[in-house]
Structure formats: C-alpha cells, structure tokens
C-alpha cells in the first residue's frame, strides 16, 4: 500500500518550457487535490477534484491545468512555466469533502 | 471569507514540558472541520488531529488534543510531554462543505530544547 505517491520528485525548468505533475493514490479515495508550498505562506490549493472526470479551481489555479481521467490520478499541468512557479508542490488525497487529507511526499519545482 | 490564522511563526518549549499552538478560523459556513498537520524538516506532511465543528467533545490522539472553543473560533493544538522530535513546523487547516475549499495557516514553526 503506497498511499500517495507523486512524479518526478524534483525538476528544473526553463521559463516558458511545460511539464506534467503526476500524482497517484491507491486507496480508492473520490477526493483529490494540488497544494502549492512557498515560503511563510503555508499550503494554498491549486485545483481540486471530488471524483473521477471532474475539476474544480482552487484559490490559486492560474497558470495550471489538471486532469482527473481516472479515479486514482490526478495530473498537474504547467502549459508556459515561469519564475513565479517556483515552489513545492505537494498532491494530496482524502474519502469525503471533510476528512484528513493523505499527503504525497512533494515535488520541489525551480523554474528559471 | 474563509480565513486561518497563526498568530506565533516561531515557538520554543523545554523537552517534556506541555505547549500550546494557537489557531483561529473564520467561516460562515456550519459545517466544517479543522485540522492539524506536522511537517518536519524532511518535508512530508502528516496529519496529526481533526475536530468537527459538530463535535461536542474536544478531539484527543495521544500526546495531542484540540482545545476547540466554537464561540471564540478557536482551535488550539495541545502537545503534552514534547519530545525532541517534536520540533517541525505545524500547520492548522481547515475544510468546509460550502463552497468546497480547504485553507492552511501560515504555519507556527517548534524548536524543542534538551
């Protein structure tokens, strides 16, 4: 049992070039959500899915896109990078709408 | 607006001895619940306590307990008998069904001396 697992754990990226985040969960959770982490400001939400083929923005969901086509994935996309990306992205998975969240173990993202 | 707060960036507390780290919230909303995660300087997040905003009793889990006080939106975490690795920042959240989101605070970052 895995839990909450995220691809690739750390990346580098030009200004301008994309990427795809990957996160996987193996405990059949409906609910799915992308964090971002900079410093002094917590976790803000990203995007957020409540179930297989639907999305929903977050606080903070300019510049990304995601993907929920199967239960157990939920892809973070960054289509035109920039330096304001920069942070540690952190996917996160939980049963129901008010539930502890189980997180992955993060992705640390510097663009340049 | 759905807000958290964390009033204390930084605490310091004596191996052993109890601490408490403050939350407060604000929503409109009934239902909700909040949360505590710890985050050690390794980096993944771990749930550590939830209350419910229905919830008459104030949750406990081992070392832990939530000092819930509705009126006052409140929801401050107790550690009892701190450890050294207690030391890792921790983060009070909380989730809502109006509206779905979930909010994190700043985060309150503890040193725990010998």
């Known amino acids: 049992n895995a839990g909450v697992t995220q691809t690739p754990k750390f990346r580098v990226l030009k200004t301008g070039q994309s990427m795809t985040l990957l996160c996987a969960q193996d405990?059949?959770?409906?609910?799915m959500y992308w964090y971002r982490q900079d410093p002094g400001m917590g976790l803000r939400l990203i995007h957020y899915?409540?179930?297989?083929?639907?999305?929903a923005k977050g606080e903070v969901p300019d510049g990304y896109n995601v993907s929920r086509l199967k239960k157990q994935n939920f892809l973070l996309g960054l289509e035109s990078a920039a330096p304001s990306q920069t942070s540690v992205y952190f996917c996160a998975s939980s049963p129901g709408q008010i539930n502890e969240q189980f997180f992955g173990p993060g992705t640390r993202l510097t663009v340049l | 607006a759905q807000k958290i707060t964390q009033t204390q960036p930084g605490m310091f507390v004596q191996e052993k001895e109890a601490v408490t780290l403050d939350c407060t919230y604000d929503t409109s909303d009934p239902s909700y619940g909040l949360f505590w995660y710890k985050q050690p300087s390794s980096g993944e997040m771990i749930f550590l306590i939830y209350q419910g905003s229905y919830d008459q009793q104030n949750a406990t889990e081992g070392r832990y307990s939530l000092n819930f006080q509705k009126a006052r939106k409140s929801a401050n975490l107790v550690i009892s008998a701190s450890q050294l690795g207690d030391s890792a920042m921790y983060f009070c959240?909380?989730?809502?069904?109006?509206?779905?989101?979930?909010?994190f605070g700043a985060g309150t970052r503890l040193f725990v001396k010998a």
């Open positions: 959240a909380m989730s809502h069904t109006g509206g779905f989101k979930t909010i």
């Open positions: 405990m059949n959770h409906e609910y």
């Open positions: 899915s409540v179930g297989e083929g639907t999305t």
